[in-house]
């Protein structure tokens, strides 16, 4: 048991050793990660249409959802498990969200990387990465199976 378990503890740690090399060859490091969730929500909350929505879900609590997303996307790019939250969960309810406003909040996501990324290849794995997730939520939130029936195609 001892040996799986330090196994398992290698293995995670070569994995996170990569996914540092490979950040650090991008250009990217903690400082980019903060500067990435500061200058993208900053834009956020100055858009016309996703503004409202974030700030009526996180009005008064904006510092600890910066923390969070510095920590989510450091996680995602470090691949050091350090967070632990519940995306889709925490998606769920949020007034006024629509599927629609996923390709905004991507539009927004690429500007910020053409203003601030460090290398094109940073800018092409964080984009990649933004629209998995993007897909990911819009599925978990707004796919109903039933709508793929063929007999409602007909």
């Given amino acids: 048991m001892d040996s799986e378990i330090q196994g398992r503890a290698a293995h995670s740690a070569a994995i996170r050793d990569k996914a540092e090399a490979e950040m650090k060859a991008m250009g990217v490091d903690e400082a980019f990660v903060d500067l990435l ?9 100055a858009h016309p249409e ?10 008064g609590r904006w510092p600890e959802h910066m923390a969070k997303m ?5 996680s ?3 691949r050091s498990g350090a967070y632990g939250g519940k ?8 007034a006024n969200l629509k599927p629609d406003l996923f390709p905004q909040w991507l539009a927004l996501f690429s ?12 800018k092409m794995w964080f984009m990649a990465t933004a629209e ?3 897909r990911s939520l ?11 029936d063929p007999r409602l195609k007909a």
């Fill in 76 to 78: 995602v790019a470090f």
């Fill in 132 to 134: 998995r997730i993007a």
């Fill in 50 to 59: 996703l503004g409202p929505v974030f700030d009526a879900r996180l009005s």
């Fill in 111 to 122: 500007a910020t990387l053409d203003d601030i990324a460090p290398s094109p290849e940073a």
């Fill in 37 to 45: 969730v500061e200058t993208f929500y900053g834009r956020v909350l």
């Fill in 138 to 148: 819009t599925l978990s939130l707004f796919y109903n199976p039933a709508l793929d």
């Fill in 70 to 74: 510095k920590s989510f996307w450091s």
């Fill in 87 to 94: 995306p889709v969960q925490a998606h769920v309810g949020v």
